[in-house]
C-alpha cells in the first residue's frame, strides 16, 4: 500500500494524524507493506515525532508500527536525501509515477494498492502551496504511464466519486489506471482506515479486532474496498453517536452528509455506454424541462446530491437517483425510461459497496454514492473545467476529460454522450458555445 500525500498544504499535520492510526492498527503485519511518499509544509506542521524529524520537502518513508524508515528513493528522485531539502511539486503526477515504480521494484507484491491523501473538489486535486498548482484529474492518466496502474486506488479527497472520474482511471485507458477505486462524493474527514487494517492479518499473527479478519494473501481489491467501506460506515456510526455531546454537535451535522463508495472500474466503461444512450434518447424528445423539473433547481434541487442542500458551486447529482427518477417520469419517452433502467441495473455491479447517512434521504447502499455532472444553464457557463479539451487558458484547470470526448463528434449535430445533450441544452451560441467548451452545434 503506497500513500502519496500530497501535504504541501494544510492537510500537513492531519496526515501524520491519520497514518499513526493506520500504522498501529497494522501492526507490522508481514502480508503488507505501507510506503509513503510525502511533500511537507513548514507553514502548517513541524512535527518532528512522526518521521524522526521535522522538513519541508519531499522524501520517501516506509511506516512501521513504532518507527518510519528513511528509503533511499534518489534513483527515481535524483537529489532526496536526508540531508537537503527535496523541493518537488506535487501536483507534478510525475512524482506518482516515480513513486509507484519505486514501490514496484523495491516492495514486489502480488497486488499494489495507492491512496492519495490530500484536497480535491472534483475538479483538480494535490494543491501545492509553494508551486501555486494543481493536479488536473485527466492529468494523472495522460502523463503517468500504464506502468504505473495498481490494483487498487484510493482517494482520501473530497468529492472525488464521479462517474466522469472513475471512467477517467478505468483499466485501458492507455495510461495510469485501478481495477478498484474508494472515492467521497462529499467532502468530509478520512474514513476509518485504521478499522480496516486491523482487520487484515497474516495467519499467526495477532489481531486486535474482534471482527472475521482477512489474510492478505487471498484479500481481493474488491473485497478490500467493501472492507474500507463498510468499515466506514460503522466508524461514521459511532461518530454520529457524540450528537448528544455539545462538543461534538458540528460534527454530527457535518456526518449527516456523509458518504463512500467503492467501484469496479473493469465496468465503468459499459456503464458510460449506458449514460450515452440515455443522453441520445434524451436528446430525440423534448426532455430537457421534465429533466430539469426531475432534478428541481440548483439552489434546492430534489435529487441526492453531495454538495450540501443546493448544488451550490458544482451540481454533483447521484448518478443512480437521476436514472432512478427517470425511469418513473411520465413526461418520458419509453425508449428514455428504458436506457435510464439499464443504467440502473449496472450500478449493481460497478457499484462494490456503498453508504450514505441520514442526511441521504432513501440512499440505497450498493447503488447511490456515486454523482455524475447535472448543471443548469448558469452553472453550465462557468464550467470552463468541464471540457473534452486543454485548458482553455492559463490558471484554468487541465480539462481533457475522456468522459466527455470519448463518443462525441464535433460539429456532426448529434447528441452521442452526456456531454453533449448538456451542450445542445444550456449553449445557445453558434460561433463560441457559451465561452466553454468551444463545442460546435
Known sequence: MMVYGAADNNADGPILDFL??????????????????IDRSSQYSDDAEFLGENFSGARVFRIRKDSAELLNADEF???????????????????????VAFGKMNFPAQKYGLMIYSHANGISMCPDDQSGNNMGIAQLS?????????DFLALELCNMAGVEIAYQWRPGNGGFSADVLVAIPNAG????????????????????????????????????????????????????????????????????LESAAAFDLTKVAALKQAIDVFAQQLALCDSKQVMEDLRGPV????????????????????????????????????EVRKAAQAICDQMSGFVISSFGMQGH??????????????????????????TPF????????????????????????????????????????????GGINWYLW
Open 77 to 99: 528522485f535524483p537529489g532526496m536525501s536526508k540531508n537537503s531539502e527535496y523541493e518537488v511539486d506535487s501536483a507534478d503526477p510525475a512524482n506518482i509515477a516515480g513513486f
Open 189 to 256: 474527514p478520512p474514513l476509518d482506515w485504521d478499522r480496516a487494517f486491523a482487520r487484515i492479518r497474516t495467519p499467526g499473527h495477532a489481531a486486535s479486532s474482534s471482527s472475521a479478519l482477512f489474510d492478505p494473501a487471498k484479500l481481493s481489491p474488491a473485497q478490500f474496498g467493501k472492507l474500507v467501506v463498510d468499515e466506514g460506515y460503522q466508524g461514521r456510526l459511532q461518530l454520529a453517536q457524540r450528537d448528544a455531546d455539545p462538543e461534538y454537535g458540528d460534527l454530527a451535522e457535518l456526518l449527516k
Open 390 to 433: 486543454e485548458a482553455a487558458a492559463e490558471g484554468d484547470p487541465y480539462g481533457r476529460w475522456s468522459f466527455l470526448l470519448d463518443g462525441a463528434i464535433a460539429d456532426d449535430g448529434i447528441v452521442n454522450n452526456w456531454f453533449e445533450l448538456l451542450d445542445s441544452w444550456h449553449d445557445d451560441t453558434s460561433e463560441d458555445p
Open 299 to 334: 439552489t434546492d434541487p430534489k435529487i441526492m446530491n453531495y454538495t450540501g442542500a443546493g448544488f451550490r458551486d458544482n451540481p454533483y447529482a447521484d448518478l443512480y437517483d437521476i436514472c432512478r427518477r427517470a425511469t418513473q417520469a411520465d413526461g418520458l419517452s419509453t
Open 361 to 386: 434521504k432513501d440512499f440505497l447502499p450498493g447503488l447511490n454514492g456515486i454523482y455524475m455532472l447535472f448543471p443548469d444553464t448558469e452553472q453550465w457557463r462557468d464550467m470552463r473545467w468541464y
Open 20 to 37: 499513526d492510526d493506520i500504522r498501529i492498527a497494522l501492526d507490522d503485519d508481514p502480508g503488507m507493506e505501507l510506503l509513503l511518499f
Open 142 to 150: 495522460d502523463e503517468v504511464p500504464a506502468t504505473a496502474s495498481v
